[in-house]
């Protein structure tokens, strides 16, 4: 049972452009949603992550949106850099004994700036 | 280098070998975790550690599958009787012992069964 969903799958931005990847959740239990960013041959790496406290989050040109009510979240990257051609991964966590980090991913959305 | 390592980075093994990986956290971590990640897929759970203690496994991880973490420090995943399925990357893992804190991945072992 898959319990993230993101889309697309595949996205094209010209360099300067806005991204934008979606993510929705199925367990309330849910309640750390990061972002995590992956290179070909490299593990992922966290960009950014929320907390449904609050609504929306920004670390430079990475702005994490979130709608508790949809249970959905999603990754908005300002001014796109060739530099950011990666795959994207959505991912939550909660609910699990002892506050363990176990991350459910998203099945990844493959980025490509076009200079 | 005082991120999370991973050895080795590759593995190429016929079906039915068994096959051994290691994970070296961050020094300070207590928790550890691994997952496996296929072709086009988001890394999937598979186990988790305090310290030495194994405290979650997850239904992917088959009695062919078994990961150690002497003493709380590097950890071991076995893989024994290797199938095709089994090939994938596999991640390591670790993180404070805190809610809600940063978990750092290595570069993984990608497994080839043939």
């Known amino acids: 049972q898959q319990q993230v969903k993101q889309s697309p799958q595949s996205l094209i931005v010209q360099k300067g452009g806005i991204s934008i990847i979606n993510c929705a959740y199925e367990n309330t239990a849910f309640d750390y949603f990061p972002w995590y960013q992956q290179f070909p041959g490299k593990g992922p790496a966290l960009l950014i992550a929320i907390r449904p406290d609050v609504s929306e989050k920004k670390e430079g040109r990475f702005t994490i949106s979130f709608n508790k009510s949809a249970k959905q979240f999603s990754l908005h990257i300002m001014d796109s850099q060739p530099g950011d051609s990666a795959t994207y991964f959505c991912?939550?966590?909660?609910?699990?004994?002892?506050?363990?980090?176990?991350?459910?991913f998203g099945q990844g959305t493959r980025l490509t700036i076009n200079p | 280098d005082t991120g999370v390592s991973q050895n080795p980075r590759h593995k190429i093994t016929k079906r039915g070998q068994n096959v051994t990986f290691r994970c070296d956290p961050i020094?300070?971590?207590?928790?550890l975790y691994w997952y496996r990640q296929t072709l086009g897929q988001g890394p999937e759970f598979l186990t988790y550690f305090q310290n030495e203690a194994q405290l979650e496994k997850s239904r992917l991880l088959s009695d062919r599958f078994s990961a150690e973490r002497p003493k709380g420090s590097f950890s071991t995943l076995e893989i024994q009787r290797t199938e095709q399925g089994d090939s994938a990357m596999y991640l390591c893992?670790?993180?404070?012992?805190?809610?809600?804190?940063?978990?750092?991945f290595g570069q993984g072992t990608r497994l080839t069964v043939v």
């Open positions: 893992a670790s993180s404070l012992g805190r809610v809600y804190t940063e978990a750092f």
């Open positions: 020094s300070e971590h207590n928790r």
């Open positions: 991912a939550a966590a909660g609910g699990s004994i002892q506050g363990a980090q176990k991350l459910v």
